[in-house]
Every structure is written in C-alpha cells, then in structure tokens.
C-alpha cells in the first residue's frame, strides 16, 4: 500500500527532526560532562482519551491501558523489568 504523498513527506520531516534531535541530546551531554544513556526504554504511557496506554515503542503497538495514571506508570516499569529480564535470559 502506498503513502499519500503528504503523509510521505510529514513522515520524512519526522524523521529528520528525530535525528537532529538525538544529535542535540549527545552534544548536550558531552557539554555537560554527562554519558548520555545507553538503553532507550522500551514502554511509553501515552494519554488517549480518558486512558493511559501502555505502548511497546519496539512494536508500536498499546500492549495494555489503565484508566490510572499512576498504575500505568507503574504497569509500564514493571513490563520494563520483564523484558530486560527476558533480554538479559533470566526468567
């Protein structure tokens, strides 16, 4: 299936201010002395509608939602841990 053109392009804008602003984040952090971090997180909570979703950024996909804010945060840290646990062979 083809992308409209102008969905092309605001794609392709996307993607160019995503790199500029990971350029941004490293010269900040050697500005400031800091290493920047070396693991992106794997979950995000993202607010839609009257709920938090809980997306997988690896797949783009919502892999659970709340209606709390809090336990959301909370379901996303602990599917952090889970998939580092899994990543790393332990089960």
């Not at 794609?11 to 920047?36: Q, T």
């Not at 997306?55 to 945060?73: C, I, M």
Request: net charge positive; proline share 2%; aromatic share 8%.
């Amino acid at each position: 299936m083809q992308m409209l053109p102008l969905m092309q392009q605001r794609r392709e804008v996307l993607n160019a201010l995503f790199v500029r602003s990971h350029a941004a984040r490293g010269e900040f952090a050697r500005l400031a002395g800091v290493a920047a971090p070396d693991k992106k997180v794997r979950f995000q909570v993202k607010s839609v509608g009257n709920a938090y979703h809980i997306v997988d950024l690896v797949t783009g996909k919502t892999k659970a939602f709340r209606f709390n804010y809090q336990v959301a945060v909370n379901m996303a840290i602990a599917f952090e841990k889970q998939a580092n646990r899994l990543a790393e062979g332990v089960h």
